[in-house]
């Protein structure tokens, strides 16, 4: 029998996306001129100059609706470009756009997705599920005459919006075994930008349990480890946050191995540990205590002393 509380949640929930749909069909009747006038920009744009204003909006909006099949198709379009027109592709548009604005219509394309981001993370069934149609779609990004940090910010919101959090090391390993030179560089980046703290921010507590659980060990913390030590301190410490991590074992699955001196080590597990108790989570010291020590022991090992 159903709780009267969760039933009554639901019923709330409905009642929003019921409204969120008016709204949405609100808006769809009158954006239908510009986004048919955006389609024409969006071929017909130089690298330069693509969006301002409520066009940016328009974009934003449209990007905002795709479901993984119509990802499929606007990849389609993108890498179908013409020679002979000398169009830019939308791809191309995509990652020519200003990095600040790059990032705030990447930022709304994943903040839209956070709820099914969350479900996938905990529904997926692992790796067996890797959308290699999807994969050969996107080696083709890879290899465009673009800037590294375009492709690498457009690979990175593809996979985000497509794929669970435990399979981007196997979508990225995939990647990047079928490159080298430039296009390994382009997927080592869209790597760096995947496991930077943004990304794990849209992940819930089974998400990053899952995670941790079904990726690569040494493949995550070799991309980890090619962060810079702050944005590497950061990740982690994000990580707790949002898994309200409360045990020896969950704290050691976030250890890395070795750390570059004694202060980050220290600073690592403290952003950890300060993470927890600034959100209020339930910890445990002698958990935290036995962390601690682990790290002495390893940089003793290492011929630092106490």
């Known amino acids: 029998m159903f709780n009267k509380d969760r039933l009554d949640k639901l019923d709330a929930r409905l009642e929003a996306m019921a409204e969120r749909l008016e709204t949405v069909g609100r808006r769809v009747d009158k954006l239908d001129s510009s986004q048919a006038r955006l389609h024409e920009r969006l071929e017909d744009a130089t690298a330069g100059g693509l969006v301002s204003g409520s066009e940016h909006a328009t974009l934003a909006w449209l990007l905002d609706h795709l479901t993984v099949d119509e990802i499929r198709e606007f990849l389609d379009a993108a890498l179908a470009s013409s020679p002979q027109g000398g169009r830019p592709d939308r791809i191309v548009v ?146 707790a946050r949002r898994a ?32 927890l108790i600034e959100d209020g989570k339930v910890i445990l010291r002698d958990d935290v205590d036995r962390l601690l020590d682990e790290f002495d022991e390893l940089l003793r090992d290492d011929g630092e002393g106490p």
């Open 244 to 275: 309200a991590l409360m045990t020896y074992e969950d704290l050691d699955l976030m250890a890395p191995p070795t750390f570059a001196d004694r202060e980050e080590a220290r600073r690592v597990i403290g952003d950890i540990v300060r993470a």
């Open 94 to 239: 995509l990652a020519a756009l200003p990095p600040r604005r790059r990032d705030l219509l990447i930022g709304e394309l994943v903040e839209s997705r956070r709820e099914q981001l969350m479900l996938d993370a905990c529904d997926s069934d692992g790796v067996d599920s890797l959308d290699q149609d999807l994969v050969d779609r996107m080696t083709d990004i890879v290899r465009q005459k673009l800037a590294i940090d375009g492709r690498a910010r457009v690979l990175s919101h593809i996979i985000l919006m497509t794929h669970p959090p435990q399979q981007w090391p196997a979508v990225t390993a995939a990647l990047r075994a079928t490159h080298t030179g430039r296009g390994r560089a382009v997927v080592d980046a869209t790597s760096a930008y995947l496991f930077g703290q943004e990304s794990f921010s849209y992940m819930d507590q089974e998400g990053i349990r899952h995670f941790l659980r079904d990726c690569d060990r040494e493949y995550l913390l070799t991309m980890l480890n090619r962060l810079d030590p702050v944005t590497r301190g950061n990740v982690f410490a994000c990580m």
